[in-house]
């Protein structure tokens, strides 16, 4: 029987029916019809800990049996209070107050509502509008639809009902740059801010990796430099970690690599392990305290219904133990060392003539071809591998679940390569 579901990002009218899956254990999941899938996308970034992991399972169990859900408006619970503690504790210095949310779409939302009622109520009630970069992607909702690539998004088709921000040249020196390609991409975001940092409340950036806009990857230093462009021209800076925190780049928040504090800061996906739908919005005090004042107008008017829902900040407290123990950032560095040797480093597979670039940064791999048309049937090809693969355009990545093995790294990328030179 066809289902009744609206897939995502699909083509109706050519679209095949979805494989469904009835289970899954460590990287792989299970379809109805028996096979067992790697899966190279960590299922969209955010199942770190992989399918059925005990610990997160358990916690969810037990939670659900003293309490499942309670509106977080004029009520707390341990789980929420916890793990704001948590969250403060591990974020950049300074970050010091949450407000949950439930999907990494809704806490940019947030954040840019945060960051214009900031502005209007310290004095500045001219600047309504965010800066953005180009290659961006910040989520689906109308106010982040706005602030991604409004040429080469998705999202063209909606710009009539969408508000008119500013856009800064996506960065382009790598992550190693040299300080001359630095300052490059950072004279490209001071004109922007020169011409029009009075009506500019935020700079909105996914740090070091810019994700589903072309898995486009930056150097520390220019994350460095926007800090300091944000601070001389009065605009605050917002971090979209939704995709990078949690390790993904090698470090826990690819703020770290920088030592740089947002002013606000962005968190899901990997949040709870990727167990449940949840995030999290971060402030400093200088951004908090803003909101401290007798009018109407210094509430915060915002509240998701399951913003801060028990089982999620439970099993998100479970996730962060987990990744603490069982030492994920030195798993994420080795893992980081294979994929650069068995992608980055082949030298047969960057000579390939379908292949622009090839680009590793932590946990995370693509293979960038000239084209989309070249990586057209990767999916079913990388099936019959037993690998899930889906790509974004024409970059072909990976970003496993951390407790991927080394075998495992192995035969992922393997399918990566055999393609270029097996579909041909």
């Not at 379809?31 to 916690?59: F, K, N, Q």
């Not at 004029?74 to 504790?89: K, N, Q, S, Y």
């Not at 004279?187 to 935020?202: G, K, P, Q």
């Not at 090839?358 to 995370?364: C, E, P, Q, S, Y």
Request: proline residues 5%.
């Amino acid at each position: 029987m066809k289902t009744p579901v609206w897939h995502p990002y699909a083509h109706l009218k050519t679209q095949t029916p979805a494989p469904k899956v009835v289970g899954g254990d460590g990287a792989h999941f299970v379809l109805e019809s028996g096979e067992r899938l790697l899966d190279a996308t960590c299922s969209w970034w955010c199942m770190i800990h992989g399918y059925g992991h005990p610990r997160l399972v358990a916690a969810i169990r037990e939670q659900s049996g003293e309490l499942c859900h309670v509106m977080l408006g004029g009520l707390t619970h341990e789980p929420a209070d916890r793990l704001a503690r948590e969250l403060v504790r591990i974020t950049p210095t300074g970050l010091n107050h949450v407000f949950y949310s439930d999907s990494g779409s809704v806490g940019m939302e947030v954040a840019m509502k945060m960051a214009l009622q900031y502005q209007v109520l310290t004095g500045h009630p001219g600047k309504r509008k965010m800066l953005s970069l180009m290659k961006a992607y910040h989520g689906d909702t109308t106010g982040c639809m706005a602030v991604c690539d409004p040429a080469e998004g998705m999202h063209s088709l909606f710009a009539s009902l969408l508000p008119q921000h500013h856009f800064a040249p996506a960065p382009t020196a790598p992550f190693n740059a040299t300080t001359e390609q630095v300052e490059h991409d950072l004279s490209a975001l001071r004109s922007v801010l020169e011409r029009h940092h009075d009506e500019i409340a935020a700079l909105l950036m996914e740090p070091l990796l810019q994700a589903a806009g072309g898995l486009n990857m930056t150097s520390p230093g220019y994350v460095t430099g926007a800090r300091e462009l944000c601070d001389e021209f009065g605009v605050l800076l917002i971090f979209d970690e939704v995709a990078t925190g949690f390790g993904r780049t090698g470090k826990l928040f690819a703020a770290d690599h920088a030592d740089v504090t947002p002013d606000i800061m962005v968190l899901s996906k990997g949040l709870t392990g990727g167990y449940l739908g949840h995030a999290a919005t971060l402030a400093t005090d200088r951004v908090h305290n803003a909101f401290i004042g007798d009018t109407p107008q210094h509430a915060f008017m915002h509240g998701p219904t399951f913003m801060g829902n028990p089982l999620a900040c439970r099993v998100a407290l479970e996730s962060l133990h987990v990744f603490e123990e069982d030492n994920y950032l030195g798993k994420i560095a080795t893992l980081s060392q294979q994929l650069q040797r068995e992608l980055l480093e082949d030298q047969v597979l960057n000579a390939h003539p379908a292949v622009a670039d090839i680009r590793v940064l932590g946990a995370t791999a693509v293979i960038e071809a000239h084209s989309a048309e070249a990586l057209e049937g990767i999916g079913d090809f990388a099936r019959e591998r037993g690998v899930w693969l889906r790509p974004i355009g024409r970059w072909l990545y990976t970003m496993p679940a951390y407790i991927t093995s080394t075998a495992e790294i192995t035969q992922i990328t393997s399918v990566m390569k055999a393609w270029f030179f097996e579909s041909s």
